[in-house]
Nanobody, 127 residues
Framework: QVQLVESGGGLVQAGGSLRLSCAAS????????VGWFRQAPGKEREIVAS????????YYADSVKGRFTISRDNAKNTMYLQMNSLKPEDTAVYYC????????????????????WGQGTQVTVSS
């Protein structure tokens, strides 16, 4: 059974930092695109960041560029999202996801391109 389990969410003041982790089990995703998404109340789920199998290609939503960093450790089958300079508008449930095998020319950034999802972890940023 494939499982993605997020951890590291919580309550933080604006300007603070959090580091989310996502551990996968049941199969390896070392050759796959993986990503972080978020969903705020009343809004659609949106991409935050994604990364290809080697870490050599990344994508960030404009709203988090320069503040968030996605990374992965294939040996541990784990991905991370380092979030700095957090803002109240970053408040959401954050989900990790795994998609198909990485290609040489593009990176998956759309929700429907991801097949496996974690259960989500709440991030709340107070002003």
């Amino acid at each position: 059974q494939v499982q993605l389990v997020e951890s590291g969410g919580g309550l933080v003041q604006a300007g603070g930092s959090l580091r989310l982790s996502c551990a996968a089990s049941g199969r390896t995703f070392s050759m796959n695109d993986v990503g972080w998404f978020r969903q705020a109340p009343g809004k659609e789920r949106e991409i935050v960041a994604s990364i290809n199998w080697s870490g050599g290609r990344t994508y960030y939503a404009d709203s988090v560029k320069g503040r968030f960093t996605i990374s992965r450790d294939n040996a541990k089958n784990t991905m991370y999202l380092q979030m700095n300079s957090l803002k109240p508008e970053d408040t959401a449930v954050y989900y990790c996801a795994a998609g198909g095998r990485s290609s040489g020319w593009s990176l998956r950034v759309r929700t429907h391109e991801y097949d496996y999802w974690g259960q989500g972890t709440q991030v709340t940023v107070s002003s």
